[in-house]
């Protein structure tokens, strides 16, 4: 109906509209490599990265992070890095936004330099989703790369007595 007498009662057609959607979904990593130092003082002893959903989800979407050591079978068990959070939450509000993944290595006293060649050793932080949107969950994410310069030496230091060393052959 229409205020005008000139268009009232006329018919206007159906207009059959198709929408693409160019949203894909998947995600961000703006680093897929670290290197770190574990002594405490060097500038490399923490590093970030971040975390960004490419599309709104249409229901949360849940990270998790977690580290796997990618070293020595002896040192496997042995947490090699401090990363935060462990767990990211992305929801249609906020999933074009970056979040911050803070990595620091661990200045343990271990020398992992097994070989007496290698002066680092890796581990590598896994992204797992692990809920939300079923365009999400069908997602293998990146992982990143990390090489962590050992800050440690494993040395046996003799020092003789002042009187010397008594050798007994036996």
């Known amino acids: 109906a229409s205020g005008d007498d000139l268009y009232d009662g006329f018919t206007i057609a159906d207009l059959a509209l198709t929408i693409a959607d160019d949203d894909t979904a998947g995600v961000r990593l703006d680093s897929t490599s670290l ?8 500038t490399n002893h923490l590093q970030t990265y971040t975390v960004q959903l490419t599309s709104e989800p249409t229901a949360p979407v849940t990270i998790t992070l977690s580290e796997e050591f990618s070293g020595d079978l002896l040192l496997e068990d042995q947490q090699q890095l401090v990363i935060t959070p462990t767990t990211l939450v992305f929801t249609a509000q906020d999933g074009n936004v970056a979040r911050n993944v803070p990595v620091q ?16 050793h890796a581990g590598v932080i896994r992204h797992e989703i692990t809920d939300g949107d079923q365009n999400y969950l069908a997602l293998t994410v ?7 310069a050992d800050d440690d030496e494993a040395d046996v230091i003799i ?12």
């Open 105 to 120: 290595a661990i200045d343990d006293s271990v020398d992992e330099d097994l070989d007496a060649n290698v002066t680092s």
């Open 142 to 148: 990146d992982s990143v790369a990390v090489a962590i």
């Open 35 to 42: 290197a770190l130092s574990e002594a405490v003082t060097a």
């Open 159 to 170: 020092t003789p007595p002042p009187q010397g060393f008594t050798v007994t052959e036996g």
